[in-house]
């Protein structure tokens, strides 16, 4: 991942709003150590300045940005990567000339041929910014999920912010806020427009007949194109379902890809990484895939002191302070920093599968198939704030860049079109049944039959019980509870209602003490990770506030000794 701020203004003060963007887009070097690049573009009435902080994945040599087509009027910033771009390239080479071999260049020349309606043909994960010093105009746009991060600001100025992180407007912008997934501005539109907008989003109910041949193969193709690099990589494995059928796809690329001699980037055993509490759930489970796999296995312990330790670094890099995302963030960030020390710039992850299948084990109780399904949209439409944000930036900080297949557009076509009854958790089906059951080839096997069964584990659960518990003791030391009887007055946007949540909210607000900072982040009850309205469908849980998965009642196992 890259880090891009680009700032459109008057163009009174080009040298200072220059200067300014110079120092403000070091904040995002983290994302991107590998090179910078600034492009200034002004005319009479505007001035567009485009700065980009680099992590070089695809071209290191020659894709260095802000990217520019053949005329030299169109400028680009891009963090992300375009999984189609070789298919887009051959469209369009005809009538363009191209300068690079990376992978986001064939924006521009989209741009030139269709505008906007580019969006609907790029398969990849996105937040970029064009701009056209012929004219004037400009595009900022993020991919269908969020994956990419991105954030927009105003200034007293009247200039136009965009940035990969709020960190870089916190100081200049008056407000700031989300860019949100699937939209894009332009200044034409001077406001949000929609582009990506599948039925799920709008939450119909789908009648998809189950077809587990098609969710086997649209997994597979995702994960395929998500390999397209030109640096070392690997996969996160937590021994988990998700992680665990990614890694397992993924090694039989690698092993394709070395037999047919063209392995890019790939080692002749694919590299896997995990971690966890001395003797926790996740470590045992990781160690046991990959040595199923064969692959080239990194495990990582770590201590409550020491994540303890990492806290506000993490909450600084995430720009939130829900406690799930800061509980499973913490871990993932200690282990991308081994990962960065390997050499390895690029992995592969498994989020988004719980949120598509219902895999968290709240889930059990819904009420009906439309409740399941609308659940299941809704947690999609929400995982920018949530796990594409843990999964982005706290690899990030270390200049790490997670890919994760299940958000794949194509196979969100498929997964999502499936009537919901088939996600339905019944008697002798367990939570991603379907998911489950598509991967579960006799003759040969993608993954043990205990891993592929196992029940789902929250990482912040499954790398330790005991973190949870050390960062509850360790709240309760440092949040008092007169300080909770004021908490609402401290903090009226999205006051905390438990001791941990008040420590976070407090580290949050010494980093980013604007009140639109905080409202960034979203609020309400929640169970196991659930929304709101799924809180309704169980009345034990209206006073449970532990997101937790091992609150709601179904868990098989919810003690875990670590050293």
Known sequence: MCGILIAISSPENTDSLRKQVVHLVKRLRHRGPDWSGICVQKRSDQVAILAHERLAIVDPVHGAQPLYDETGQLALCVNGEIYNHQQLRRELKATHKFSTESDCEVILYLYKEVGAELLNRLSGDFAFVLSDASTGAFLAARDPIGVCPLYIGWDNEGGVWFSSEMKALADVCQRFQEFPPGHYWSNESSGFTRWYNPPWVSEQVPCGELDLAAVRGSLEKAVKRRLM???????????????????????????????????????????????????????????????????????????????????????????????????????????????????????????????????????????????????????????????????????????????????????????????????????????????????????????????????????????GYGWIDGLKDHADKQVTNEMMKTAAFRFPHNPPQTKEAYLYRSIFHQHYPQECAAQTVPGGPSIACSTAAAVEWELSWKGNLDPSGRSVGVHASTTCKAD
Not at 258 to 267: L, V
Not at 347 to 364: K, P, Q, T, W
């Open 229 to 463: 690099a030109d640096v070392p990589y690997g996969v996160l494995l937590s021994g988990g379902l998700d992680s665990s059928l990614v890694a397992s796809i993924a090694s039989r690329q690698v092993a394709l890809l070395n037999t047919d001699g063209d392995n890019g980037a790939a080692e002749p055993r694919l590299q896997s990484f995990s971690i966890g509490l001395k003797n926790s759930p996740d470590l045992v489970a990781a160690r046991e895939v990959a040595t199923f796999l064969n692959t080239v296995h990194h495990e990582v312990t770590f201590t409550i002191q020491e994540g303890l330790d990492a806290l506000a670094d993490v909450i600084y890099h995430l720009e939130t302070y829900d406690v799930t995302s800061i509980r499973a963030s913490t871990p993932m960030y200690l282990l991308t920093r081994k990962i960065k020390a390997l050499g390895v710039k690029m992995v592969l992850s498994g989020e988004g599968a719980d949120e598509i299948f219902g895999g968290y084990l709240y889930f059990h109780k819904a009420p009906s198939k439309e409740k399941f399904h609308v659940e299941t949209c809704q947690k999609l439409k929400a995982l920018s704030k949530y796990d594409c944000l843990r999964a982005n930036k706290a690899p990030a900080a270390w200049g790490v860049e997670v890919r994760v297949p299940f958000l794949d557009r194509d196979f969100l076509d498929v997964a999502m079109a499936i009537d919901p009854d088939h996600k339905m958790i019944r008697p002798g089906k367990i939570e991603k049944y379907i998911l489950r059951k598509a991967f579960d080839d006799e003759e040969r096997p993608f993954l043990p039959k205990a891993i592929l069964w196992r029940q789902k584990e929250q990482f912040s659960d499954g790398v």
